[in-house]
């Protein structure tokens, strides 16, 4: 299976700095025009399958960048790390209000441990599931996936063998990035893009 992972476009949230986590939030007009793009560098790949996660932003992210698709499998399990009591609020109130929760989660994100909000393991442990259930269908495929910067990168984190204390070290997952991940005929997954950037 070669799988493609797609960031969702800029959002209202990202544009105001606001946590999203969970919670719904809609793409920007630039959000819509960066799906559009991507659709448009893409056009010429053959999806076997296209998956979402049931956000909001992400189904409209799939909507712009793949308007031909017949079907896509939306999936709770697709969704950003749950982020409870932090949801809706500012980063910058976070700050204020949590300063080591918050210095966890951007400088030690392996220590993040908020009552109400899943930690970067579970994140991953989660994103691992749900992308092993879907090669487990889809071998020898090709399929589009589309989803939220924390759990692309802690897929992919789990795939490189990069400790989560090392979580946010770059590339950076900029808004509709797009990674490749190539599966061997025994499963054995390998980054070939990453954030739009190839790797050798």
Same mark, same amino acid.
């Given at each position: 299976? /070669? @799988?493609?992972? $797609?960031?969702? +476009? *800029? ?7 606001? $946590?999203?986590?969970?919670? %719904? ?6 959000? $819509?025009? /960066? ?7 893409? !056009? !010429? ?5 296209? &998956?979402? !996660?049931?956000? @909001?932003?992400?189904? *409209? ?11 896509? #499998?939306?999936?709770? %399990? ?9 949801? +809706? ?10 300063? @080591?929760?918050?210095? #966890? ?16 393991? %579970?994140? /991953? ?5 749900? $992308?092993?259930?879907? &090669?487990?269908? #889809? ?8 989803? #939220? ?37 025994? +499963?054995?997954?390998?980054?070939? *893009?990453?954030? %739009?950037?190839?790797?050798?």
């Amino acid at each position: 299976m /070669q @799988l493609h992972l $797609i960031r969702h +476009g *800029q959002t209202n949230w990202n544009e105001e700095r606001r $946590i999203q986590g969970q919670s %719904d939030s809609f793409l920007t007009e630039l959000g $819509i025009s /960066q799906a559009q793009a991507l659709g448009a560098r893409l !056009s !010429s790949t053959r999806y076997d399958a296209h &998956y979402c !996660s049931s956000s @909001l932003r992400t189904r *409209q992210t799939a909507e712009q960048a793949f308007p031909e698709a017949a079907s896509v #499998h939306y999936r709770d %399990d697709l969704r950003e790390i749950f982020l409870g009591p932090w949801e +809706g609020n500012l980063y910058a109130e976070m700050a204020d209000r949590e300063p @080591l929760n918050y210095k #966890h989660f951007w400088k030690e994100p392996h220590l993040f441990a908020v009552a109400g909000a899943e930690s970067f393991h %579970d994140l /991953q442990r989660r994103a691992v599931a749900a $992308i092993d259930e879907i &090669y487990a269908a #889809h071998k020898g495929q090709s399929v589009a996936l589309v989803s #939220h910067g924390a759990l692309i990168k802690a897929y992919l984190c789990a795939v490189e063998g990069r400790p989560l204390a090392q979580f946010w070290a770059p590339p950076t997952m900029h808004n509709c990035c797009h990674s490749i991940v190539n599966f061997a005929a025994d +499963g054995t997954p390998t980054i070939i *893009q990453y954030a %739009d950037e190839p790797l050798n």
